[in-house]
């Protein structure tokens, strides 16, 4: 028997012991003598037993109206987000930045050893915006592009040139999945550094995804044709550096 016609024909049970109970009651009022203490536990078990079920239902009446306010909450709060995304940045970016170091190994050979020091490589030293959570970051960032957007919770920064062409570089972890539109896209791959990185070209957009060690990396840039915007977006990638504070 299915659960939901169990649950009918309980209901319809105790709704009869109630409908006896109260009968029972009125029989009493009417002649006490004819009510027995058999008749009096009877009559007590199905009240109980209707009260409980009343407020089993009850609670779940509660329960599914929270789940359904909760619901309505968590699509306001999805739609909120939405509409930030659409209308405005995430998180509005300042020129608060602070340097990331870069070391390199010096190395004095003598006659008889060579020395050899790891020490901070002070001119490749980077600028790192405030707000930027991720470990990596661009050490290099082509001339014109000014930082427009930061979203903190997701690893991403968005930079934008006066004619609005725009470059957007990720970083994430193995708990991020990403989706990029490839589709009509060439694609190929190169190495930049030891690294290897699909390219893919599409009419309006180019794309460079690659990895390095835990974390994975993609940046996207306007494609307007020009062909040098390739060699510029090797160029980030092979600049892209862990962040040393």
């Known amino acids: 028997m299915k659960i939901e016609n169990l649950d009918a024909l309980m209901d319809a049970h105790l709704e009869d012991m109630l409908v006896l109970a ?30 409980r079920r009343w407020e089993a239902r009850e609670r779940e ?31 509005f970016a300042t020129n608060a930045a602070f340097r990331s170091r870069v070391m390199k190994l010096f190395m004095e050979t003598t006659p008889e050893y060579t020395a050899l020091r790891l020490g901070e490589d002070a001119q490749a030293a980077f600028d790192v915006p405030e707000g930027w959570s991720g470990e990596w970051y661009m050490s290099y960032i082509p001339e014109g592009y000014v930082l427009e957007t930061i979203v903190p919770d997701f690893s991403d920064v968005i930079y934008v040139r006066p004619d ?80 040393i504070r």
């Open 61 to 91: 009446a509660r329960r599914q109206k929270r789940r359904r306010a909760l619901r309505r909450a968590v699509q306001a709060a999805a739609c909120v987000v939405l509409a930030l995304g659409v209308a405005g940045p995430i998180a």
């Open 164 to 243: 609005d062409t725009r470059l957007d570089f990720s970083e994430a972890d193995e708990d991020v999945e990403m989706n990029i539109n490839t589709e009509d896209a060439e694609i190929r791959y190169v190495d930049v550094n030891g690294r290897r990185v699909m390219l893919a070209t599409r009419v309006d957009t180019r794309f460079a995804v690659w990895s390095t060690d835990d974390r994975y990396f993609v940046l996207i840039a306007d494609n307007t044709g020009d062909p040098a915007e390739e060699r510029e977006l090797l160029d980030v990638v092979a600049g892209v550096r862990r962040i």
């Open 22 to 51: 109260l009968s029972a009651r009125k029989a009493e009022e009417a002649e006490p003598e004819a009510w027995s203490e058999a008749d009096e536990a009877a009559s007590r078990r199905a009240w109980e037993a209707f009260t």
